[in-house]
């Protein structure tokens, strides 16, 4: 049964300091996203990558978001530093190119402090 | 105007009644169309994609398209208490390749 991975599932951290999440893309999908969650603005597309290409990044604060793709397993969200206002639980999700299907990992819930 | 738009709810129906979720969306051009379910505290979960216009059903779901009025909708029918969760309309955006989710309609299906 194919999944999308995510790590970790929780995080704790204060204000200022650097959070990594990680994301394993279902085997085989070409596409992954990065999506933020909150009750106020709902699901935000963060950014976006094609053949581990990164194809737009404008929902993410350039000044301290940073996402990466160092292989086709493993892509990588990257905050520093990290402020209150990023709390919210973050997805990842991969999928083929053409039906443009995501299919959802569990989700990171980040508390910054 | 909102690229996605959803009614918020919570929207109530009977056990055995049929629900109906609407979604309007604002790039004319939008060829792909998707209806996620997120139970609480848990991931979206992708319960029906279409392409074309008119009606897709698949089970107890049905997907209902209009290019014209833009406009998708999904009907559940004889709802289930396990279908309580809300229901997330996304669209690929025809100007590049981005996905945009509305903000959802919680369901409440009333035992």
């Known amino acids: 049964d194919a999944r999308v991975t995510q790590t970790p599932r929780h995080k704790v951290t204060e204000m200022g300091q650097e959070v990594t999440m990680r994301c394993q893309p279902i085997?085989?999908?070409?596409?992954v996203f990065w999506y933020r969650q909150t009750m106020m603005q709902g699901l935000e597309l963060l950014a976006y990558?094609?053949?581990?290409?990164?194809?737009?990044d404008s929902g993410m604060p350039k000044d301290r978001f940073s996402a990466e793709m160092p292989d086709a397993t493993l892509a990588t969200l990257k905050i520093q530093p990290s402020e209150p206002r990023d709390s919210a639980v973050y997805f990842c999700?991969?999928?083929?190119?053409?039906?443009?299907?995501?299919?959802f990992g569990p989700g990171t819930r980040l508390t910054v402090t | 105007q909102k690229e996605v738009e959803q009614n918020s709810g919570p929207l109530s129906v009977p056990e055995g009644a049929i629900a109906s979720l609407n979604c309007t969306y604002s790039?004319?051009?939008?060829?792909?169309f998707f209806w996620y379910r997120q139970y609480s505290g848990k991931s979206p979960e992708l319960i029906m994609s279409?392409?074309?216009?008119g009606d897709k059903e698949d089970g107890r779901f049905t997907a209902q398209l209009n290019k014209a009025s833009q406009y998708v909708s999904l009907l559940i029918r004889d709802s289930q208490p396990s279908d309580s969760a809300t229901y997330l309309c996304?669209?690929?955006?025809?100007?590049?390749?981005?996905?945009?989710f509305g903000k959802g309609t919680r369901l409440h299906i009333l035992p």
């Open positions: 999700a991969s999928g083929p190119q053409g039906p443009y299907e995501q299919y």
């Open positions: 085997l085989g999908h070409n596409t």
């Open positions: 990558f094609r053949n581990r290409a990164p194809l737009d």
């Open positions: 996304a669209v690929k955006m025809n100007r590049d390749d981005k996905i945009i």
């Open positions: 790039d004319r051009g939008s060829q792909s």
């Open positions: 279409i392409y074309s216009n």
